[in-house]
């Protein structure tokens, strides 16, 4: 209901990203499964496993079935801002899936239907878990809610499609050469720039993190610097 009310931009990228997914899913069972028919439920959990791999780095992604589904249907090779945004509407449609089957068999139980319905959820660990003790004292410091509840809160809504990490392999030809800084400081047009990165190449920290640095984070008696999270300094 809350997509048929929202705006046809929204419902069209919903739909899009959607039927990307089926595209890629079929791509994908036929590489992970070509002799049947059906996949098992275990092939599914692969596939779904690396559809973020897929988008995101196609034919550089560690995962051997997203490079192979790229070989046949290439992948977008998207952000990983967008791909979280592609992934929404499709945990959004796997769990209206598992409520439909959940439905379905609360209904066969009471002879109100007769539907040929699966009794194993489409994906392990489908639905409310319970939570378990620090994830209780999380809940109640975060959530004003779980503070509310009587006894703490006790069941937690498990992502219909986990959020998997991933990693493009290292490419040692796209890595700035250690022995190349200081040719490169020396070239540098100002004190700044070569302090500037002359600090990231011997700490390692990224760009944004330097740039925001304070005087009240540099300690030179100790010869420390407190690097802060960009987004959590206070402008």
Not at 57 to 82: E, F
Request: charged residues 20%; glycine residues 6%.
């Amino acid at each position: 209901n809350s997509l048929l009310s929202g705006p046809i931009n929204t419902r069209t990228t919903y739909c899009r990203n959607l039927a990307r997914f089926f595209d890629y899913l079929i791509e994908a069972t036929a590489h992970l499964a070509p002799d049947e028919p059906t996949p098992t439920r275990e092939a599914l959990v692969d596939v779904l496993s690396a559809y973020r791999e897929y988008l995101v780095y196609g034919d550089r992604s560690g995962n051997q079935l997203a490079r192979k589904v790229h070989s046949t249907l290439p992948s977008p090779m998207v952000t990983t801002a967008s791909c979280e945004l592609m992934h929404a509407p499709l945990r959004r449609f796997l769990e209206l899936s598992e409520t439909l089957r959940r439905h379905l068999e609360e209904l066969n139980r009471h002879g109100l239907s007769t539907s040929a319905v699966d009794p194993v959820p489409l994906l392990p660990r489908a639905g409310p878990q319970q939570v378990k003790g620090r994830q209780a004292a999380v809940l109640l410091a975060k959530s004003m809610l779980a503070g509310v509840i009587a006894g703490g809160p006790k069941l937690l809504k498990e992502a219909a499609l986990p959020r998997v990490g991933g990693a493009a392999p290292y490419d040692e030809k796209r890595a700035f050469p250690f022995d190349s800084v200081v040719p490169f400081l020396n070239a540098m047009p100002s004190y700044r720039d070569k302090a500037l990165y002359s600090f990231c190449a011997a700490s390692g920290c990224r760009i944004s993190e330097a740039l925001q640095l304070l005087w009240g984070d540099i300690r030179i008696q100790d010869g420390t610097v407190k690097l802060v999270d960009p987004a959590r300094r206070a402008n």
